[in-house]
């Protein structure tokens, strides 16, 4: 580590060899993967909910708490929200996790929490989209967070205007977008409208890099081709100028997901994705 950089290393990232579904939890306990970040550089951390009921089990509340600030983690991210529009039992799990990260943020200071539309041709109209996440943006209000909302091209909340007629009044005010540099890349979202964005619109950003050409499907692509930042095709200089030109200064995530990443050993896996996205910060500064 040469230089203190606002990176927060996600939670696919420092997983290790997940397997994806519901009980997608780390085989490496918490403790050592923040022991790992704050080693590589990292002022933040990600965790997902199936792995942060075990954390919790394991560590509690006051655990958990003891351990980010014993590594120097000050921005905490919680994932992922998802069926928070739906109904039946669906909705039940959903409501489920929303108290879980809801709480969690609230005893911790989450700086934010990640929702993402639905994967399965859900068809649920933008205006009940956009209610119901009204209500979302509120509850992370009262808690002092962030849920941010992730346009995502294999989505139903596919593009950018999509997910701003989603987003509506809540921007800055419980409500903002996740810009992932991936998912801008994929759905072709256009850098200029994105620097012309209100500042507090942007609730979180996130690096990673790959080929301009999706590699088989769009999902597996996404899954499992994920290079270090630096690494790629993508326009990173691009995409982090226009991202700081709509006035954000949060927290930059590291979102590595690929099968290399899955293999290496934990310091490994931190050291090297913050070294891509720390030499891309710091080109990109001044």
């Known amino acids: 580590m040469s230089l203190a950089l606002p990176l927060l290393g996600c939670y696919w990232t420092l997983a290790g060899n997940y397997v994806f579904g519901e009980a997608d939890h780390s085989p490496w306990d918490f403790r050592l993967r923040a022991e790992a970040a704050a080693r590589a550089g990292y002022t933040g951390?990600?965790?997902?909910?199936?792995?942060?009921?075990?954390?919790?089990?394991?560590?509690?509340?006051?655990?958990?708490?003891?351990?980010?600030?014993?590594?120097?983690?000050?921005?905490?991210?919680?994932?992922?929200?998802?069926?928070?529009?739906?109904?039946?039992?669906?909705?039940?799990?959903?409501?489920?996790?929303?108290?879980?990260?809801?709480?969690?943020?609230?005893?911790?200071?989450?700086?934010?929490?990640?929702a993402a539309g639905d994967f399965g041709g859900a068809d649920w109209s933008v205006e009940r989209m956009h209610d119901a996440f009204q209500v979302l943006a509120r509850q992370a209000r009262e808690v002092g967070t962030t849920v941010t909302l992730e346009p995502i091209p294999f989505s139903n909340i596919p593009d950018l205007e999509t997910a701003l007629a989603i987003l509506g009044t809540s921007a800055g005010q419980g409500g903002g977008l996740m810009l992932d540099s991936w998912h801008v890349t994929r759905g072709q979202m256009d850098f200029a409208r994105i620097a012309a964005l209100p500042p507090g619109t942007i609730g979180g950003a996130e690096l990673d890099d790959g080929t301009l050409e999706t590699v088989g499907s769009p999902i597996a692509d996404t899954l499992d081709r994920r290079r270090l930042c630096g690494e790629g095709e993508f326009d990173l200089a691009g995409f982090i100028a226009a991202v700081r030109a709509s006035g954000y200064q949060g927290p930059w995530g590291v979102e590595i997901i690929s099968v290399e990443q899955r293999a290496r050993p934990l310091q490994e896996a931190a050291d090297a994705s913050w070294r891509g996205a720390g030499a891309c910060l710091r080109s990109c500064s001044g």
């Open 45 to 114: 951390i990600g965790i997902k909910q199936a792995d942060l009921r075990r954390t919790l089990a394991s560590h509690g509340i006051q655990g958990l708490r003891a351990i980010l600030a014993g590594n120097g983690l000050c921005h905490l991210e919680l994932e992922a929200l998802f069926d928070w529009c739906a109904d039946g039992e669906a909705r039940q799990r959903s409501d489920m996790d929303r108290h879980l990260l809801l709480a969690t943020a609230a005893e911790l200071g989450a700086h934010r929490i990640k």
